[in-house]
């Protein structure tokens, strides 16, 4: 069977990661990359280095990865749309709502395939906790909190750490649990002498009364990827940086002063460290988008969702600024 096509759009740090994955996947033959200041990262001496978007649709490619700064993707992809070219394009999906759904309407009604790259989706702690949550393993889930933070990457200039990084957190809490954002509220800071915000903390909920909290910086020298999530029976925590996933069990005790009999808490029970194989997370998302390129069955983020994603992230922007609670 003839190799998929595919291209590369936009080559800085994520392009190159994407270069590194694509030269070497089953199925795929990565033709070409496009990038007005050629290939920077020099990953691809081997590999056609183009310079608009127009030459690369010129090749006749299959498919196209974006990985160009976020205020360019409506652009690209509604070029690519055009020319029947499916696509994988870097999370966020776009830097506003309203061009978020350009790209979702353009791309079903041309029927072009069109994901989302929401890599921590693919990260095999946070897989096996979706698996174990939605099988019940925690019972009713209560609270969702997440800790994402570090340093300021200074590849990022376009978009503060809502659509940078807390875009993620929004991504992971609904798909982890099947629900729906019902309400946000958020409170920011502008620390680092820019015109977007570099750090938020935001208080939501979901559907079926599930509390959230995304905590998100480029403020701290620790670096922590974190989600916790409780319910019934005890508390899941991963963290992706490690791809670990430790189950703490609810205990069982006895009480047996009449005065406290009422008080139902928990008391802290065993703790698992779960096993469960590791693949890097960017191998994974490419073996899905390759496969639904190919009109076999895959799991990827659709644009659908990540347009509901950037959707909430304008709703914690619109708090913030306004100092208010947003319903959605």
């Known amino acids: 069977m003839p190799k998929l096509r595919t ?40 590999v056609k280095v183009l310079n608009i ?17 976020t205020a360019f993707h409506e652009e690209i992809a509604l070029q690519l749309i055009a020319h029947k070219i499916h696509f994988l394009v870097e999370k966020p999906i776009a830097d506003t709502y309203a061009s978020a759904v350009k790209i979702r309407d353009a791309a079903k009604s041309a029927n072009v395939i069109g994901a989302v790259g929401h890599i921590e989706r693919f990260n095999s702690a946070l897989q096996e906790a979706r698996k174990r949550v939605l099988a019940g393993e925690l019972g009713t889930i209560y609270q969702v909190a997440t800790r994402r933070q570090g340093p300021f990457p200074s590849r990022i200039s376009d978009v ?45 909920l979901l559907e079926d009364s599930i509390v959230v909290s995304h905590l998100v910086n480029w ?25 670990d996933l430790t189950f703490y069990e609810n205990g069982k005790i006895e009480i ?36 639904a390129a190919l009109g076999k069955p895959s799991n990827i983020v659709s644009l659908e969702e990540g347009t509901t994603t950037v959707k909430i992230a304008d709703a914690i922007i619109e708090s913030y600024t306004n100092r208010s609670l947003v319903k959605l």
């Not at 978007?53 to 490619?61: F, N, Q, Y």
């Not at 809490?173 to 938020?200: C, M, P």
């Open 160 to 204: 503060g750490v809502v659509k940078d990084l807390a875009t993620h957190d929004i991504d992971l809490t609904s798909w982890i649990t099947g629900k729906k954002y019902l309400q946000v509220s958020a409170n920011a800071a502008f620390r680092s002498g820019r015109e977007h915000e570099d750090l938020i903390s935001v208080s939501g």
């Open 256 to 291: 047996s002063q009449s005065e406290l009999a009422h008080f139902r808490g928990v008391t802290q029970g065993d703790v698992h460290i779960l096993a469960f194989e590791k693949p890097e997370p960017l191998v994974v998302e490419h073996q899905n988008f390759r496969d």
């Open 219 to 243: 403020l701290s020298p620790l670096k922590e990827r974190k989600i916790i999530i409780t319910g019934e029976k005890g508390t899941f925590v991963a963290d992706t940086l490690r791809a």
């Open 53 to 69: 978007v127009d030459e690369v649709i010129k090749l006749g490619v299959d498919y196209c990865v974006i990985s160009a700064p």
């Open 7 to 46: 291209a590369i759009i936009g080559m800085g740090m994520m392009g190159a990661n994407h270069a590194r994955v694509l030269s070497n996947l089953d199925g795929v033959e990565l033709v070409a990359v496009a990038d007005p200041q050629g290939d920077a990262q020099k990953v691809l001496p081997q």
